[in-house]
């Protein structure tokens, strides 16, 4: 079977919702042990046993992964560890002028801090078992300008940068890391934001959103999900230290 991860051990952060689902489901499907880390065992548990009907390889664990003393705790319980994928992440609407300090920091602590912790606690794991993958969740916001996502994209940045630093430094220890780049994905998180923010414009702004995409709509998760399966199996052996956009042509084609 391409695409196989059988006999692999991955930890999917943030992985019981959308992307993260996505990729779980099918990293379980290619033979993976998925270890999910969310705030809730209990809410991750109920999302994902609604979303996939064979769970028995998938272990779900309560970890914020802002905080490095329950990363370090988790990850040095999990153990063997072949896949990280860095997913969780939060979201914020502000520019430079109207975000505030807390809000700032808040995006830094899960965004950025919440990556550094997964990684340094995982690598030495990851190196005992004589080498695996990195694969951490950028964004289109990392390379282009996006109006009222100042605190956002400067973390999206630090994701791909703190990327391309991890895929040289450990090279040698073969571990390969890279970054996905997603334009606007289809997800819960989407209609949520869409349904706070624009009361009585549901559809209307959906439409609009889906239309700054050039191919004419967003992205899925399945699809994201695909991606991440390629860069994670060995298929992949040749590539490491790359951003991988993934959105309709937002980047190239948007002029």
Request: hydrophobic share 40%.
């Amino acid at each position: 079977m391409i695409f196989s991860l059988e006999n692999k051990v991955a930890i999917i952060t943030g992985g019981a919702s959308g992307i993260g689902l996505s990729i779980t489901k099918l990293f379980a499907q290619q033979g993976a042990k998925v270890h999910v880390l969310e705030l809730s065992t209990e809410s991750a548990s109920k999302q994902i046993k609604n979303a996939i009907q064979d769970t028995q390889n998938i272990f779900i664990h309560t970890c914020d992964v802002s905080n490095l003393a329950q990363v370090e705790d988790v990850i040095n319980k999990i153990k063997n560890i072949d896949i990280l994928i860095n997913n969780a992440g939060i979201a914020h609407v502000g520019n430079a002028e109207n975000t505030n300090e807390l809000d700032f920091e808040r995006v830094i602590n899960v965004n950025v801090k919440g990556v550094y912790h997964c990684v340094h606690a995982a690598l030495p794991l990851i190196k005992s078992k004589g080498g695996g993958v990195i694969l951490n969740m950028a964004s289109v916001a990392s390379s282009v300008g996006i109006s009222d996502r100042f605190a956002y994209s400067m973390s999206k940045g630090a994701v791909r940068a703190m990327t391309q630093s991890i895929a040289k430094d450990f090279l040698k220890d073969n571990i390969r890391c890279n970054c996905i780049s997603p334009a606007r994905v289809h997800t819960p998180f989407v209609d949520g934001f869409i349904a706070k923010n624009f009361e009585g414009k549901e559809q209307e702004t959906f439409e609009k959103l889906s239309k700054s995409q050039p191919i004419g709509r967003m992205g899925t998760p399945d699809e994201i999900a695909y991606l991440a399966l390629y860069l994670c199996s060995a298929e992949s052996g040749f590539v490491t230290g790359c951003d991988y956009p993934i959105d309709g042509g937002f980047i190239y084609l948007n002029n």
